[in-house]
């Protein structure tokens, strides 16, 4: 009879037989980037090897995302294990494309890899059938929370409701049945740390902001104009002066952009608009931090006497942890690279989608230092393919023999120890409260 740690030997051995095509299928990605809900090519590339592996697929959903299933020898449980499709924009990144400008410097490329990697790990070895649960491969679009503009046109030909992939998943009903997630993210390489569990981040509201004023010859008849770019720039003048008000525990994050500061230099700016994420470690800091943000904002349209319209879009939840998944991961993981390889993490202030989904069902989401550079920088690139492509994929798929060995006991004890913070339809609602706008 074969033994968990069986199973866990033949899955790990399955996923190196693959390394040379995980490590491809990563880097193929990289060189095709692609920004959020037009993950075209990648999508078909994960379709390519899902048909390969002989699995059934849905794909078009929530525009870009593809969902094969692998069926247990039961379905007590249902879990999901996701990569995520996007990449962000760094025009001056080495594999940039050179036409739109995305780059994959967010490492969502070895995300795809490692969802496909434990898949195939699971199912080459014949470990799914040992199996008491059913697990879906998701590549999800769009986690990436950019082009506001582009994605709230989306979303008024109603072709998505919220901004971010996963997000759209769980209104869709895509998640519907699931019992928890599985995924990982890439980070910074560290000397002796090449994995850490256990983070949490920030949640997020994301704000289009759009000021408008009155054009007039920026040389001959300033006084006839409203100058809706000097509005702007004292409305984040506003923000800025509230920086001191924000308390250290809250980690408020607000760092607008301006998307478009006038058209001529000869002419009065009369429409300028910024974006901007106002992100906290608490939905009630993000509101807090929000009322200033706005307060600021219409301070600078009333001192110039321009005209401000400040549109709330829904961001993130701030991301929690799963102690339990936590440690069944960072145990496998210590078993592939050794105990002092891995490490705690602590509180990020940056966000993710997966945050939603981490206030409904159990999630886990451990960071592999596998990049050379600071994410979102045109520096970053994978730099320890094994760890990001490979190894990467081996932790997820020991994790689930885990939780789904002989009758799936691990994996119904942390069902049945969480408690969502709220059901799918008040989640929905959370979001109409806080972007009624929106
Ligand atoms: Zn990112
Ligand atoms: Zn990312």
Redesign the pocket.
Known sequence: MMTKEDGKRKVMEAIEKRAGELQKIGETILQHPELGFKEVKTAALVEDKFRSLGLAYQKGLAVTGVKAHLPGKSRKIHLAIMGELDS?LIPSHPFADPQTGAAH??G?NASIAGMLGAGMGLLDSGVMKELDGDISLIAVPA??LVELEYRNRLRQEGRIAFLAGKQEFIRLGLLDGVDMVLMFHLQQAEPVQKISVGGTMNGCLAKFIRYQGKESHAGGAPHLGINALNAALLGMMGIHAQRETFRDEDCVRVHPIITRGGDLVNVVPADVRLETFVRGRSVEAMQDANKKVNRALKAGALAIGAEVEITDLPGYLPCLKNDRLDQLFAANAAALLGTEAIGQAGHLT?SSDLGDISHLMPTLQPFIKAGRGN??TEEFVVNDPQLAYVESAKGLAMTVVDLLWQGAGEGLVIKENYQAKYSKEEYLQLWQRLCPEG
Do not use: G, R, S
Request: aromatic share 0%; glycine share 0%.
């Open positions: 962000i410097a967010c969502h986690e990436e940056a994410l979102h």
